[in-house]
């Protein structure tokens, strides 16, 4: 691992840039350690102890509310990254994580660990840890918490379970101040596994569990959260489930008349609430530009936005991998949804309809995605504002076709836009064509595809080949 320290910058008394300071193969480790590893944990709740997991030893760490990491040393140099690319050197706890290395006669190291803020007040959370990054003066309150071995002097330490993980990390930083291990607990049943859980939890606030077994299974315990939402869509069931709703599509609020779309849900109700809410629900039917499938590839009818439900979720997630979770955003305009953008987003983990919130109206302050800031760190969503005020787009054309075929639905729609933005701020094209192919039967049925240009002749000359590709015999213009 070879670390270019031109390419830092000096910033609240440390240097800091991102992985382009490093070679190729460092630069991707820690993005690759969460998408290959952190993303196969399986969130639960810990009223799911007893049903989801299984195995005979439970190995337990404790989940600190901070930033996922990884410790560089190559012998001379120590450094830090986080899963997003930014390289960090020379904070007070990465120093002493290269001493303690150094220490242990180690020549190299490539260790997972959480870097959170002191927790000597009470549980600190990952905003706490950016706010102290940007202070030279809280920097020397930064913990680092190693939790797995990646690879010790170019090899990956031969172990029977964590267990030993745990004690090789131990062994290395026993003499931390800054840099300790993960707080660790072996449990040899689900009763000691509920102990531990209410201790670490919710007595002393952590964050959560990580969990591993003699099985080749991870799991995160975290409590579980609810929130507000609010129903723009439903699917009905086939079979003996019809005449009841199968699937719901919910949406949160960034503001007046725009509804991002947040996830789905058919957990959670009782034969009288499937068939209550079809009755209600199917009154509420509008038009809709935008198409949204459930799991059975059935397109949703789309509602009213007036119905609010609480939900319960297991855990958010704004990262799928190293891709940014996007989210659609609707607008009701001319009595119909559409589609306004699409933005930085969320996803919930196994969330479960809780009950009807007739109390509450389909508001802005009602369904805000601040609510997610009671328990989780939001990193900042929606589309990055550039600082000027934006002119509207305009539309230059927009058909739809539609073909039918033994039962079969299938749809196309060609939108070309004027953005009109291109010369407030040079990260938006002139134009957009946007294509959209609907298919009921598909494995994957809702298709996109987007081109740009800053020419309005070439925009046009790209939508001329795609209608020209698509529209063949049998389809209608709608």
């Known amino acids: 691992m070879i670390l270019d320290k031109s390419k830092l910058n000096k910033s609240k008394g440390y240097l800091e840039g991102t992985v382009s300071a490093v070679d190729e193969v460092t630069a991707k480790v820690a993005s ?21 997991i299984a195995g005979e030893e439970f190995f337990i760490t404790r989940k600190y509310d901070g930033e996922m990491s990884v410790i560089f040393y190559n012998g001379t140099d120590t ?21 303690l290395l150094k220490s242990a006669g180690i020549g190299s190291a490539i260790i997972p660990a959480e870097l959170y803020l002191c927790e000597d007040n009470g549980r600190t959370r990952v905003f706490d840890v950016l706010s102290a990054l940007s202070k030279e003066t809280e920097i020397g309150k930064l913990k680092l918490a190693p939790f797995d071995i990646i690879e010790i002097d170019g090899v990956y330490p031969k172990v029977k379970g964590y267990g030993e ?100 849900t058919g957990n959670g109700f009782n034969e009288e609430q499937k068939k209550d809410l079809l009755t ?7 038009d809709s530009d935008y198409i949204e499938t459930d799991s059975n590839h059935v397109a949703f009818r789309m509602i009213k936005p007036e119905t609010v439900i609480e939900i319960s979720y297991n855990d958010v997630l704004f990262e799928s991998g190293s891709t940014i979770i996007t989210n659609p955003m609707l607008e009701i305009s001319d009595g119909k949804y559409k589609l306004k953008s699409f933005n930085k987003g969320i996803s919930f983990i196994y969330p479960i309809f809780v009950r009807l919130r007739p109390d509450k109206t389909a508001e802005q302050h009602n369904l805000r995605l601040s609510q997610l800031s009671e328990v989780t760190y939001i990193p900042e969503l929606g589309m990055e504002d550039s600082g000027a005020e934006l002119p509207k787009s305009e539309l230059q054309f927009r058909e739809v076709y539609k073909k039918e075929s033994k039962g079969k639905l299938m749809v196309q729609k060609f ?29 994957d049925p809702l298709q996109r595809d987007m081109r740009v240009s800053n020419s309005r002749e070439q925009i046009f000359e790209i939508l001329d080949s795609y209608m020209t590709e698509n529209i063949k015999k049998g389809w209608v213009k709608a």
Request: include cysteine.
């Open 79 to 99: 450094f830090i990254v986080n899963t997003g690319g930014t390289l960090r050197q020379g904070l007070p706890c990465t120093e002493e994580a290269g001493k």
């Open 32 to 52: 690759d350690y969460k998408k290959n590893v952190c993303k196969n944990f399986i969130a639960i709740n810990p009223e799911q102890i007893d049903s989801r």
């Open 415 to 443: 939108i070309v836009w004027k953005t009109n933005k291109e010369e407030i701020d040079d990260r938006y094209p002139a134009y957009v064509m946007h294509y959209t192919n609907f298919s009921s039967d598909r494995k």
């Open 280 to 286: 209600k629900l199917s009154g509420m039917v509008i």
């Open 165 to 264: 993980i745990h004690e090789r990390l131990s062994e290395i930083f026993k003499d931390g101040i800054n840099v300790k291990p993960v707080a660790y607990k072996k449990a040899a049943s689900k009763a000691e596994l509920k102990d531990v859980y209410k201790k670490w939890v919710e007595e002393d606030c952590s964050e959560g569990l990580v969990l591993r077994t003699d099985l080749p299974l991870v799991y995160k315990i975290k409590p579980k959260h609810n929130i507000d939402t609010v129903i723009v869509g439903y699917t009905e069931g086939t079979g003996d489930s019809k005449g009841q709703i199968r699937t719901l599509l919910l949406a949160l609020m960034t503001g007046d008349n725009e509804y991002q779309i947040v996830g789905k």
